[in-house]
């Protein structure tokens, strides 16, 4: 074995990682800046054969899974024993920015090819995993992935998934050469020994208090609805007010009601968002006769997210009895929050003290596929700083400084853990 990763002279190649999160950028569905590689289009599929060769190059030995989560290792001196793993994801939404997910996987490369320069050997194998459809962009579920590796999504339930276009996740994966019965992507118990993902914050904590690093010690549980409203349409002119049955109307006051809710909850970390809000017919001069509306409700806490929902479901109720709107309402998902391992927390405290790097611990408000790895092993994540706590838009920007400073902490977190 090699010495103790305290006496390497572990350095980040910071100019190399950035070139190669430039490069991936420009892989993508829209121009420079925007980044949109939405699951299996073909954007995400030359994303997916970058990350592939950006593995080999880093000369770790890669596996694909039936569901595309694409797996980086690097064997230990003892294979017998749980790997610790990284990773997160490049498939991005639609307008996005290059960092989210992206440092996660690339800066995990990083980590490892940083560790074999110095001559570290690990006794664990180190593993770098890239998740399949963090994003909800394609089925309306985010973490399709983690959640299989967990076993907190159900084959039945992942078979079922459809995209705006009918197309089922079997028919999407098998067109992107995922073979293999899903089945198969759970991972067996005791398979990782710890699990620590790289991510930009996208919040404003650290970047505001002039702190490097951040590490999770929870993350906010996420829930999501599907509202179909049916109203009757008609002639803008020729259908008077009152006897009209307006479904944007009554999806309107819907989307006040989750405001409402999330406004007057008792954890200042509820949050609600109506992000689709679609109608028809969609004409000027139409009533419209039906709304579809996508909520997204999350808390760190399962209590006030649930009151947060039953005041929601009772206002929308009370909104379509007055308008005369028949309602369906559909969970999609809803997950608890999770707590980051105790132990994982300390060994990233203990990286970023020998840095000389200050460290803050933190509430992760967005969720990430930490939060269904953290059903599989002990999880953490490492924060770094991004401008304004912008993301999921093209100004999202980290400095190298602070993705060099991530891949760092993460690198020696990791050798501790497999030392």
């Not at 019965?181 to 991972?187: A, C, F, N, W, Y």
């Amino acid at each position: 074995m090699s010495a103790s990763p305290e006496d390497l002279a572990i350095t980040v190649d910071a100019a190399g990682l950035q070139r190669r999160i430039d490069e991936l950028a420009l892989i993508s569905e829209a121009p420079a800046p925007v980044v949109t590689r939405v699951l299996f289009s073909e954007a995400d599929q030359r994303g997916r054969e970058y990350v592939r060769k950006a593995a080999r190059d880093a000369g770790l030995a890669v596996r694909e899974d039936a569901v595309g989560n694409i797996f980086a290792r690097w064997e230990g001196g003892e294979p017998g024993l749980a790997a610790v793993a990284s990773g997160s994801h490049t498939d991005a939404i639609p307008n996005a920015g290059r960092y989210d997910g992206v440092v996660g996987v690339l800066g995990a490369f990083e980590a490892l090819a940083a560790l074999k320069r110095a001559g570290f050997r690990p006794r664990r194998s180190l593993e770098v995993v890239m998740f399949t459809a963090e994003e909800p962009t394609r089925f309306g579920l985010g973490c399709v992935g983690s959640r299989l590796m967990a076993g907190t999504l159900s084959v039945e339930k992942a078979a079922a998934l459809r995209d705006r276009d009918g197309r089922t996740l079997d028919e999407l994966r098998a067109a992107a050469g995922c073979a293999g019965p899903l089945e198969s992507v759970r991972l067996p118990s005791g398979h990782y020994h710890s699990f620590i993902e790289l991510h930009i914050e996208q919040g404003p904590v650290l970047e505001a208090r002039g702190i490097p690093i951040g590490i999770v010690e929870r993350i906010a549980g996420p829930s999501s609805y599907r509202v179909t409203l049916q109203g009757e349409g008609g002639h803008a002119g020729a259908v008077l007010m009152p006897a009209r049955h307006d479904a944007l109307a009554a999806g309107a006051q819907v989307a006040l009601a989750v405001e409402r809710a999330a406004c007057t909850s008792a954890s200042p970390d509820t949050v609600g968002t109506v992000g689709v809000f679609r109608i028809e017919p969609g004409a000027v001069n139409s009533v419209p006769f039906r709304a579809y509306l996508e909520i997204d409700l999350r808390d760190t806490r399962l209590d006030t997210r649930k009151r947060a929902y039953a005041r929601i479901r009772r206002a929308a109720a009370a909104a379509c009895r007055r308008r005369g709107v028949r309602m369906d309402f559909e969970e999609i998902n809803a997950d608890p929050p999770a707590e980051g391992d105790p132990k994982t927390i300390e060994a990233v405290e203990r990286a970023c003290a020998r840095l000389g790097l200050a460290s803050l611990r933190m509430v992760s408000r967005a969720y990430h596929d930490s939060l269904f790895m953290a059903r599989v092993c002990p999880t953490t994540m490492v924060f770094i700083p991004c401008l304004n706590g912008w993301s999921h838009r093209p100004e999202e920007y980290a400095s190298p400084g602070h993705v060099a400073s991530g891949a760092e902490v993460l690198a020696h977190t990791m050798a501790s853990l497999a030392a």
